[in-house]
């Protein structure tokens, strides 16, 4: 996907063969055993990666997802987004992923922690606050990236607050990271509501994935008068019309660690989730949900991407096809809130000054703006689809920046 979505932006931008191969192919792709003491005694090895995609603009940066289906592949693909994510956003860093391929829910939290020790141990000769950042990501937390902080720490024998993103506050996080990327959706969606003359009271939303991402967006939603008519998470899915009670749900999946349970009557086929009729749809999950076919069925007016790569190229080329009908925030804008906040904590972290929530959450909208109304001017300009777009500026600034540094030696 990552590789196909590019060459169609390389052709629309026309970047000869051999830079193709320049801009797309990683800079570093490090593989690692990761071996822990289980708590019943045995030693499990599990398998580790971190891509780097790029070193032209600064530091690489992206997140750990410690999930079952990690692999090198996936890894690789989701540091490319984060190069493009990051230039879009005017961040400067090149695109970086890593993981474990492991199911947390079977740890307990003495192994997570040492799966998590070991990991960062064994990254440390790649990985530093000029070098590549790390931040959170599917299946790893606040907790996960102050173990990443130690454990780098105390190797270098002192505290190096820069060296992740995503930390809880006690432990050099910035004020408003927790809630950054789901607050930067709903204002995405705001803005996009703004352009398509839809009001917030009138309309309804469909969120599938209740993690971080889902819930926090699910709620700026909801505070501003959308309606939230269904919702899901891995284990279950829930639908209804007259509305859900999202504070409730999210109160539930705190308790809880998950949604199963939250209601009998509610209860929805997750299959049909997306396909239902609602004016914003946020695949706030798994990657590659909306196939051809369920993009042929889409029943939206917004399709907000709040996960990474959850359309597939044959897809997107049915949106193109409905382009008048379905208003797409591409997921490398969408989610791009997460992102910019790490950049914020990084800063503040390198400068040891910290600001408050609201400087946070008025210097995330700014960039956001900025980015929404560069993609839309684009879009007019050149009469190409949002996806398009966005990954065009993010690729372009890459491009030449590549162009003007040259090539060593
Ligand atoms: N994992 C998040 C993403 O996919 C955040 C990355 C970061 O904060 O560095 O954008």
Request: glycine share 8%; hydrophobic share 40%; charged share 20%.
């Amino acid at each position: 996907m990552a590789r196909s979505q590019f060459n169609s932006v390389a052709d629309y931008l026309q970047i000869p063969d051999g830079h193709r191969d320049r801009l797309l192919y990683p800079k570093r792709a490090i593989t690692i055993s990761v071996p822990i003491n289980m708590d019943n005694g045995e030693m499990a090895v599990f398998q580790g990666y971190r891509v780097q995609h790029h070193l032209t603009l600064g530091p690489t940066k992206g997140g750990t997802r410690f999930a079952p289906n990690v692999d090198i592949g996936e890894v690789s693909a989701l540091a490319i987004w984060m190069s493009w994510k990051c230039a879009l956003a005017g961040l400067p860093y090149g695109g970086a992923k890593g993981g474990i391929t492991v199911d947390v829910n079977s740890l307990s939290r003495r192994e997570l922690e040492a799966l998590s020790r070991r990991y960062m141990q064994e990254m440390i000769p790649f990985v530093g606050p000029h070098i590549d950042v790390m931040a959170p990501d599917m299946g790893t937390n606040e907790q996960v990236m102050a173990w990443f902080m130690d454990t780098y720490s105390m190797y270098q024998g002192r505290t190096v607050n820069e060296i992740v993103t995503g930390k809880p506050v006690s432990s050099g996080g910035t004020e408003g990271r927790r809630e950054a990327t789901g607050l930067g959706v709903a204002h995405l969606i705001f803005r996009s509501m703004e352009r398509l003359q839809l009001k917030p009271s009138d309309s309804t939303a469909v969120i599938q994935g209740f993690g971080n991402v889902g819930s926090f967006a699910a709620i700026e939603l909801a505070r501003q008068g959308v309606k939230i008519i269904g919702a899901s998470d891995h284990t279950s899915c829930y639908f209804d019309k007259r509305g859900l009670d999202v504070n409730a749900m999210v109160e539930y999946a705190a308790r809880n660690g998950s949604l199963k349970g939250f209601s009998n009557e509610l209860a929805f086929d997750p299959a049909q989730l997306l396909v239902q009729p609602c004016d914003i749809l946020v695949p706030a999950a798994i990657e590659r949900v909306i196939d051809a076919d369920v993009a042929a069925k889409l029943q939206c007016r917004i399709l907000a991407e709040a996960a990474n790569g959850p359309t597939t190229p044959d897809a997107d080329a049915v949106l193109d096809q409905r382009r008048k009908e379905i208003f797409v925030i591409p997921d490398i804008l969408c989610n791009s809130g997460g992102v910019i906040v790490s950049y914020f904590e990084w800063v503040q972290d390198l400068q040891q000054l910290f600001w408050g929530k609201s400087e946070v959450l008025t210097r995330l909208r700014g960039l956001l703006d900025d980015a929404f109304s560069r993609v839309m001017e684009r879009v007019e300009k050149d009469d190409i689809s949002h996806r398009t777009a966005a990954m065009a500026i993010g690729v372009d600034k890459v491009a030449k920046a590549k162009a003007t540094r040259g090539l060593f030696p």
